[in-house]
């Protein structure tokens, strides 16, 4: 069974919907949380950042993570055509310093179109 | 703004060919990763690099090895390409945020084995 499970997709929705992306964890000593989004032939760039439980909002965008259900969320709020690609979610232990700490293990990435 | 550059976006080998992959960041991160990505499979670390000279094995090393004899560049090789080795290659550098650090990713290089 993998650490991260993600729903790689494909996701479809028209423009102006609310999205919601989701992944679960089997490792309870992930703390921190990201999302990256990739779009196609480009590499994965940091979207969002969390730490431990509770909401972060930046812009149309807000991150989720309920650690005693071991499951994380992002939401995109009035979607765009420009926000078509593929999300996906990270995690670490944490604890910089620690070469195998800050290691991220990663979601397989959901695909996300947006239709104008 | 980081930059992490790779050598080539796309490459096309043989079978049995020797194949390096750079790759060079220029914000002086001292971690620096490789991993591959396949649909349905995600991304999945090869190796990661914490200092010069130093190397660890992520979770898929076989069939490659690593260099990194300055603190910029992070080298992926393959010494015998195999058909199975075709992916996307991915190399990222680490920096810090807050408690932990994430990382800065490259644009990747299409590497197709014949």
């Known amino acids: 069974q993998k650490e991260v499970e993600q729903d790689p997709g494909p996701l479809s929705v028209p423009e102006g919907a609310i999205v919601s992306l989701n992944c679960t964890y089997s490792n309870s000593a992930f703390q921190y949380f990201m999302w990256y989004r990739q779009y196609s032939r480009k590499g994965p760039e940091l979207l969002m950042y969390t730490y431990s439980s509770g909401n972060k909002e930046d812009g149309r965008f807000t991150a989720q993570v309920d650690k005693s259900s071991k499951y994380i969320s992002l939401f995109i709020r009035d979607s765009q055509p420009s926000d078509s690609a593929t999300y996906l979610c990270a995690m670490s232990r944490g604890a910089r310093g620690e070469t195998s700490g800050s290691r991220l293990t990663f979601g397989e990435g959901t695909q996300l179109t947006v239709n104008p | 703004d980081v930059k992490v550059t790779q050598s080539s976006r796309y490459l096309v080998k043989r079978t049995g060919e020797k194949v390096f992959l750079e790759c060079v960041q220029d914000?002086?991160?001292?971690?620096m990763f490789w991993y591959r990505q396949d649909p349905g499979l995600g991304l999945r670390l090869i190796y990661f690099?914490?200092?010069?000279?130093?190397?660890e094995k992520g979770d898929i090393p076989e069939g490659y090895s690593v260099s990194r004899e300055k603190k910029e560049r992070f080298s992926l090789i393959l010494e015998s390409a195999s058909t199975n080795q075709t992916s996307m290659y991915l190399c990222?550098?680490?920096?810090?945020?807050?408690?932990?650090?994430?990382?800065?990713f490259g644009p990747g290089t299409r590497l197709t084995v014949l």
């Open positions: 990222a550098s680490s920096f810090p945020l807050a408690g932990t650090d994430t990382q800065y």
């Open positions: 690099s914490y200092d010069v000279k130093m190397k």
């Open positions: 914000m002086d991160h001292e971690n």
